[in-house]
T-cell receptor, first 114, second 110 residues
Framework: ETGVTQSPTHLIKTRGQQVTLRCSSQ?????VSWYQQALGQGPQFIFQ???????GRGNFPPRFSGLQFPNYSSELNVNALELDDSALYLC?????????????FGQGTRLTVV | LAKTTQPISMDSYEGQEVNITCSHN???????ITWYQQFPSQGPRFIIQ???TKVTNEVASLFIPADRKSSTLSLPRVSLSDTAVYYC???????????FGTGTRLQVFP
């Protein structure tokens, strides 16, 4: 158990729809990062939020957006879903500047776009 | 960020020692080497991190030669539950944006 919870665990959406995924960070953590993991691939960095501001972004289009709330929980929003968006979406919670060993991942949300 | 290269897959048997080598020729002076483990449908989990020479914890050892252009994760006496994907990452020490490769899929047989 990492203390990082994601919801929902599984989701099926239709191409063109919008989806919101949620992450509850571990207590005391002020940074959250989101990753996309396609089948058979390593996780790919989407973006990171620190104190409610985006703090770095990977190579993902603007239809991937996020929010971090004052309680440090976070949302990942994806608009205009495409079939290639089908993946496991992971969030990782940490305290800014802490060692990498103190970054904890949730179980992920499996998104299927049909 | 330094690119890493590791074997796509490895097989082993229970009780054996497994060594997974990662190549990172372009590692920078302030980069650390970190290994994560991932089971199916779960998020990655930190295993070990090092800068040089040898690091050991309760689950693994990490060997880093003097030139730091490679590193070897050593898992002593593996069990079936060690079947997972192992990722080698190279980057800064703190919680920066993690860059994962495709990892090494370890299969442990009885």
């Amino acid at each position: 158990e990492t203390g990082v919870t994601q919801s929902p665990t599984h989701l099926i959406k239709t191409r063109g729809q919008q989806v919101t995924l949620r992450c509850s960070s571990q207590s005391g953590h002020n940074t959250v990062s989101w990753y996309q993991q396609a089948l058979g691939q390593g996780p790919q960095f989407i973006f990171q939020y620190y104190r409610e501001e985006e703090n770095g972004r990977g190579n993902f289009p603007p239809r991937f957006s996020g929010l971090q709330f004052p309680n440090y929980s976070s949302e990942l929003n994806v608009n205009a879903l495409e079939l290639d968006d089908s993946a496991l979406y992971l969030c990782a919670s940490s305290f800014s500047g802490a060692p990498l060993r103190e970054a904890f991942f949730g179980q992920g949300t499996r998104l299927t776009v049909v | 960020l330094a690119k890493t290269t590791q074997p796509i897959s490895m097989d082993s048997y229970e009780g054996q020692e497994v060594n997974i080598t990662c190549s990172h020729n372009n590692i920078a002076t302030n980069d650390y080497i970190t290994w994560y483990q991932q089971f199916p449908s779960q998020g990655p989990r930190f295993i070990i991190q090092g800068y040089k020479t040898k690091v050991t914890n309760e689950v693994a050892s990490l060997f880093i030669p003097a030139d730091r252009k490679s590193s070897t994760l050593s898992l002593p006496r593996v069990s079936l539950s060690d079947t997972a994907v192992y990722y080698c990452l190279v980057g800064v020490y703190n919680t920066d944006k993690l860059i994962f490769g495709t990892g090494t899929r370890l299969q442990v047989f009885p």
